[in-house]
């Protein structure tokens, strides 16, 4: 992930096209994972989501980014010959997770970017992201229609009650 991160940085100070270095660090990084032995969907999540936080801290289009990074993703699994969909749904997972935190907007442009067939395979995202839900205790709810609300009993109850 640092030497994706690396790269793009880089390549936006020298002003570079930012989405082909993603596809090919990525690219890269996928290869030398699988040569050293190591867990390819991770590496795959990991590469594209310091693309798209890259991306956005140097000010580029996270969208275009998320996309050739996936595209980079699914040429590497098919050089290595493993699992093309498992690792281009795990990078695009990647992308989406790094793009829901930097704001809902980057999130939607880049579903929007990543929906469809990229590179032939057809990548399929989970409806949402799980984000953090608010404690229970957090939650405020409205009484049921009719309801009387408890401060409300308690108020009536108090006023007629003799002094």
């Known amino acids: 992930m640092a030497a994706v991160r690396g790269s793009i940085k880089a390549v936006e100070q020298i002003g570079g096209d930012l989405g082909s270095v993603a596809k090919q660090a990525v690219k890269g990084t ?22 798209v936080k890259a991306t956005s801290e140097v000010g580029g289009d996270v969208g275009v980014v998320a996309r050739k990074a996936v595209e980079g993703t699914i040429e590497a699994a098919r050089e290595i010959r493993a699992d093309v969909a498992g690792l281009a749904t795990g990078a695009a997972e990647g992308a989406l997770a790094a793009a829901d935190r930097i704001s809902s907007a980057a999130a939607r442009t880049v579903r929007a970017a990543l929906s469809g067939t990229i590179g032939g395979t057809r990548v399929i ?9 608010p404690a229970p205790s957090q939650v405020t709810r409205r009484p049921a229609r009719g309801a009387t609300p408890a401060r409300a009993r308690k108020r009536r109850k108090g006023a007629s009650a003799p002094p």
Not at 30 to 47: K, P, W, Y
């Open 125 to 133: 995202l989970r409806e949402t992201l799980q984000r953090a839900q």
């Open 30 to 51: 996928i290869r030398a994972a699988e040569e050293f032995g190591g867990d390819l969907g991770t590496v795959a999540r990991s590469a594209s989501r310091g693309a």
